[in-house]
């Protein structure tokens, strides 16, 4: 067997120890590069499930991003009319008008009708001059006017009672987190649902698609979702007590190999293609990438059905129809992109690394003059 053709019978590139006479220190033959997609075959491993799939014009179909990710609107009726009632803490301003001069309270057209801001006490009280001590707590605004009428009694002649808030500190909700202005907000501003009460906060700092949005209600989480699958449609109303956190949460796939620039990128969309992905990473590398190596690893849902199977994809980018079917493949959070080095890139590698080994034997002889260190 001659050298090459021992090299062409290679499975696997593997670093050549020859038996030196000194110690080399600090130089690694070859490096490795990532897995051996040779070893990728439609069986089980015992480590992990797994199914090899080729990418094909038909076997695409099933993993076709969707063509829209916007849905029905749930929060599209929703009114701004929330039942509000009074408690502790509010501020309200009562005015009370009467019909005719010269009676204890002014007419509407003369000013003096206001009696000032109430603050209802911690009993759920205010007190209103002329009219004494008035039970608010649990009422509408419609409902507090109507008992102050009652109260009145005889003291006034068809009085006119309007009562308005100066103040909500009851009918609110919590916005924190990355937001612009986080804080808590009053559902008298019209705030009907979570996207109303985000944009209210001053709007979201960064991506939609790299933000998460948890609603709290009564101590239970009832809604957990990234931001922006509330403004594909997701949108829910809110209530009073509501606690909405907008915080990170990084929707990224993972390119390795034989491409330009390796490393984690952000999905910037839901619907993002296999061929927009490597697209994100200047594509692939000319000189050391198989194009008819470009594997995409995806878990699945394995965390949460012990029983599902990861899947391996394969894809053949020397086949001018694997265009169209990158173009149709749609990406996911946590997807890894790898892209094997080409059988020559690794050969070369191993010659590499014999000419280096031959050298270090040619220094330690003294035959050869060191020209560069490694």
């Known amino acids: 067997m001659t050298f090459w053709t021992w ?31 040779n070893g990728a075959k ?28 916007d849905q029905p609107s749930a929060a599209g009726n929703l009114s701004a009319a929330v039942p509000i009632s009074v408690q502790p803490g509010d501020v309200l301003k009562v005015r009370i008008f009467e019909p005719y001069e010269g009676s204890i309270f002014p007419t509407i057209q003369r000013p003096g009708a206001d009696l000032g801001n109430q603050r209802v006490t911690p009993d759920g009280t205010i007190e209103v001059p002329y009219v004494g001590t008035v039970k608010v707590a649990g009422l509408d605004l419609r409902e507090i006017e109507r008992r102050i009428v009652e109260q009145l009694g005889s003291k006034a002649q068809n009085p ?8 909500d500190r009851n009918n609110t909700v919590m916005v924190s987190g990355e937001v612009k202005r986080p804080g808590r907000l009053s559902l008298l501003e019209g705030t009907r ?31 957990d979702k990234q931001y922006s699958e509330l403004l ?24 390795l190999g034989a491409v330009a620039r390796a490393g984690n990128v952000p999905l910037t969309k839901p619907n993002m293609t296999l061929l927009e992905a490597l697209g994100e990473v200047h594509g692939l590398s000319d000189e050391r990438a198989n194009k008819t190596g470009v594997y995409i690893f995806r878990m699945g849902d394995i965390q949460d059905n012990p029983n599902a199977r990861a899947r391996v994809f394969r894809l053949d980018l020397m086949q001018p129809v694997s265009i ?24 070369n590698k191993i010659l590499t690394s014999i000419y280096r080994t031959f050298s270090i034997v040619g ?12």
């Open 363 to 374: 220094i330690a002889k003294g035959s050869v003059t060191p020209t560069a260190a490694f």
């Open 193 to 223: 649902s979570v996207v109303d009460a985000i944009n209210s906060a001053g709007g979201p700092v960064g991506a939609a698609t790299q933000l998460q949005v948890v609603l709290r209600r009564h101590g239970s989480v009832i809604l």
């Open 7 to 37: 090299l062409h019978a290679v499975g696997r590139p593997t670093a050549i120890v020859l038996g030196l006479g000194v110690a080399v220190a600090g130089c690694q033959a070859i490096p490795g590069d990532g897995p051996w997609m």
């Open 160 to 167: 006119q009672v309007i009562v308005e808030y100066v103040a």
């Open 232 to 255: 594909a449609g997701g949108d829910i109303g809110i209530q009073k007590g509501d606690e909405i956190v907008v915080r990170p949460n990084s929707q990224i796939f993972t390119v």
């Open 42 to 69: 439609s069986t089980s491993s015992e480590a992990l499930p797994f199914d090899v799939i080729d990418l094909t014009p038909t076997t695409v179909v099933a993993y076709r991003p969707p063509a829209t990710v």
């Open 324 to 347: 169209f079917v990158a173009q149709q493949f749609g990406m996911q959070a946590n997807d890894v992109i790898y892209v094997t080095n080409a059988p020559l890139y690794e050969y």
